[in-house]
Every structure is written in C-alpha cells, then in structure tokens.
C-alpha cells in the first residue's frame, strides 16, 4: 500500500512538472461542456450477492474502486495532450472534426477477488477457478473532443495500471474478514492461489455518441447508442474488445454513461449534473473481448503457479439504471457474463454499484 501511494504521489509530481514547463507555452483552449469546472469522486463496488441474493462466492466475487477526476487541465505539456489521441487509432475509428475538447487526469485505487466454485476446500483444485487477488492503482489520462454543430462526440481514455497480484494483495484478509462481519462462512483455500507477481497494464479506450448509430425517441423517451473499444497490454490482461451501451430516458445527458470496474471499459466517471431535481434513464449492452491473457485465469508469468484452461473469446451482456440528483450520480448494472474457462458450469452473474459525486 506505501508502494502504490508513492507512485501516486510521483505521478502527481510528474505532471505537476510538466505543466510548470508548459505555462511558458501558449495554453491551449477548452471549450467547455455542462461539468466544465467540475471534478468527480467515484465510490464503487461489485459483487456476486448484488446479483444472486445469497451469501455465496464464485469467480470474480467482490471489486471495490475509489477514483479522482480532475477538473479540465489547460496547462498539460504538449506532448500529454498529442498522445492522448492515438493518430493510428484515429485510422481505424475516426475522431471526426470538434471545435471543443477538453483533457482530465485521474487516479484510482481498486482491489478485485477471485474464487473457485468450492471455497469450502481447503486443497488445491485442479478444475477450478484459482483464488487470486488484485491491489492496485490507475493513474488515467482522458480526452473529450466534441462538435457544437453536429452534437457528436469522443472520449479517448489512456489507463495504466501498476499494482501487486498474489498474498500481497490481501484478498484473504478482505474477503474473510467481511465474512466474519457479515456472519458467512470463511473461504478455506487460500492458501492456494496464486503467488506475488508486480502488475503492469496499459490499456487505451474510445468511446463515441455519432450521428452514425443515431436511433429514433421511443413512446416519447430520447433513445442514443454509445459503441466504444479498447486495446489492454500488460502481463496482467492482454485483450481487445468491442461494445455498446443502448440508453433510453426522458433527457440523455452528454455524458458516456456509468462506469465498471472489472475489467473498466466504457463510460465516464464525469457527468452533467441535474439542472433541477432528478434525471435518469435505464440501459443496455453488450461487450465481446478477444483474450490472449488472464493472469487471474492462466496463472503466474514466469512461475508455476495454480491455473486453469481459459476461453479466449468472452462476453458481457449488462442492464441497469441511472439516477442524477443534483450534484450525484447513483447508477446500478447487472452484468451476465460468460463462460471463461473450459469446465466451467456456468455463465457468472454480478452486480455493480456506483456512486458519483461532482465537487
């Protein structure tokens, strides 16, 4: 944990240097959106129970996240804001022409846990999912460009990831000890999963609103379709994936919608505030990835460690609902996830809480 809060405070450092050196360059314009002045703290959590209703652990269990969005930064050096649009990626998912745009930097710490089926076995289980536990921290840059005219819009993100896989992450302590709280029994095969291992991740998402995917008002209700993608490079996750989310509600806000934790695609942490009283919407999605690695599925990178055969080809399917009070955003997903290793007897199903403030 000392580890990850001094890497938060160097990138802080790094930044704040970079900037300093580029107030000597002429700062380059925001036109802002509704949340021009705002920055956003997001509390959030996942969990089996919220989908099953029973105290019961499987798979990916619980994820907890706690993250920070700046307000607009006019000052960032040059060479942040060029790379926070990768122009080879434009190629292939075209940014289009904006006349405002606006850059954020955040930072996160999240925990994620992970059980086999069994948690009553204290042997190793060769067919089954292995414990492991994920502590780390997101340091994220993020990009919004958009049209006055055309109303489109794109959100690039930039994550890295540096954190610790293995007993140092503490999933046991956590997840125990929230049982002994809760008065559920404790999950016995700890001591199998799998061993320390530093984490590293970069991960690149777009996310667009395009006339495009542009969708007609149903029984009166606004209707907009958010496709998004994202590339994952690192020795904890390497994947690509592709996905949407349908939103229909009284008054879209111009946001991206909410965010997820495991694995964090799509959405923003920002948000336009209700101009008075309450604004929601409900949701649906689908995501697909392509996976060519899952530490928390094949194991250690350069060590024996508790495995299992993967699926290389997973998908989400996801439904929720969004409410906006004044200065909070309050959003609730239901994810259905599918198979991810071979044996497994079942899709998992989970839920995700989250709750957004505007400072």
């Known amino acids: 944990m000392r580890a990850l809060l001094a890497a938060a405070a160097a990138f802080f450092g790094t930044v704040a240097l970079g900037a300093s050196a580029a107030h000597a360059q002429e700062s380059e314009e925001v036109v802002p959106w509704a949340s021009d002045d705002r920055a956003f703290l997001t509390l959030q959590v996942e969990n089996d129970l919220f989908a099953n209703f029973a105290n019961s652990d499987r798979h990916y269990t619980n994820g907890l996240q706690a993250a920070w969005l700046s307000r607009p930064q006019t000052d960032l050096p040059s060479w942040l804001t060029d790379f926070s649009s990768p122009p080879f990626y434009s190629l292939l998912f075209p940014t289009g022409n904006f006349d405002r745009k606006s850059h954020r930097i955040g930072v996160a710490l999240g925990h994620a846990i992970f059980t086999p089926d069994d948690t009553d076995a204290t042997a190793y289980l060769p067919n089954d999912r292995p414990y492991a536990a994920w502590l780390h921290m997101t340091f994220s840059l993020q990009s919004v460009r958009g049209s006055t005219i055309t109303g489109e819009a794109w959100q690039d993100q930039w994550k890295l990831d540096v954190g610790v896989v293995g007993p140092a992450a503490g999933g046991e302590f956590v997840q125990n000890e929230w ?26 998402e777009r996310a667009w609103r395009s006339s495009t995917f542009e969708t007609p008002e149903i029984i009166g209700l606004e209707t907009d379709v958010i496709p998004y993608t994202i ?27 909410p965010t997820r934790i495991y694995p964090g695609v799509g959405g923003s942490e920002w948000f336009e505030p209700a101009a008075s009283g309450c604004s929601c919407y409900v949701f649906a999605g689908f995501e697909g990835r392509g996976i060519a690695r899952d530490i928390f599925l094949d194991g250690n990178t350069f060590r024996d460690s508790p495995s299992i055969q993967k699926r290389h080809f997973v998908y989400d399917a996801k439904l929720g609902f969004v409410f906006v009070v004044w200065d909070t955003r309050v959003a609730f997903t239901h994810v259905f996830r599918s198979r991810e290793y071979e044996g497994q007897a079942k899709p998992d199903q989970f839920g995700s809480i989250s709750v957004n403030f505007a400072l």
């Not at 049982?179 to 690149?204: P, V």
């Not at 690192?234 to 349908?246: E, I, L, M, P, S």
């Open 179 to 204: 049982h002994g709280i809760i008065g559920a029994d404790d999950a016995n095969g700890w001591d199998n999963q799998i061993h320390n291992e530093l984490g590293i991740n970069l991960s690149f």
């Open 231 to 257: 590339i994952s490079l690192g020795n904890v996750q390497t994947y690509a994936g592709f996905g949407g989310t349908f939103r229909i509600g009284p008054s879209l806000p111009n946001d991206f919608g």
